[in-house]
């Protein structure tokens, strides 16, 4: 069974931190790529980060302004995202995804590309 769990959403202050974890079950091989997404009211779900599960390449936009990290922890078979210097514009709902082959012709920041995914954290930022 394959399945995804995001933890750790919840209200901060503007300029606050915060650490969301998605834990992950099933077989290694169908979490080649797992990434974070977020989608505020109104908006279309964006990509944020993803991290290869082999050797912790990083696939980014930039969209964050090196405000947020993602990391890995293949041990506990658990993917983090750090977000400092949290702002209002940050509030949504925060969606892990696991891709389970490696990118051909699909964009790492499409959610398209992506196979599995969580059922959300909320993170909700104040002024």
């Known amino acids: 069974q394959v399945q995804l769990v995001e933890s750790g959403g919840g209200l901060v202050q503007s300029g606050g931190s915060l650490r969301l974890s998605c834990a992950a079950s099933?077989?290694?091989?169908?979490?080649?790529?797992t990434g974070w997404f977020r989608q505020a009211p109104g908006k279309e779900r964006e990509f944020v980060l993803a991290?290869?599960?082999?050797?912790?390449?990083?696939y980014y936009t930039g969209s964050v302004k090196d405000r947020f990290t993602i990391s890995r922890d293949n041990a506990r078979n658990t993917v983090y995202l750090q977000m400092n210097s949290l702002k209002p514009e940050d509030t949504a709902t925060y969606y892990c995804?696991?891709?389970?082959?490696?990118?051909?012709?699909?964009?790492?920041?499409?959610?398209?590309?992506?196979?599995?995914w969580g059922q959300g954290t909320q993170v909700t930022v104040s002024s």
């Open positions: 099933g077989r290694t091989l169908d979490h080649y790529v």
């Open positions: 991290i290869r599960r082999s050797d912790g390449a990083i």
């Open positions: 995804a696991s891709r389970s082959r490696p990118f051909y012709s699909e964009t790492y920041y499409g959610e398209s590309s992506y196979d599995y």
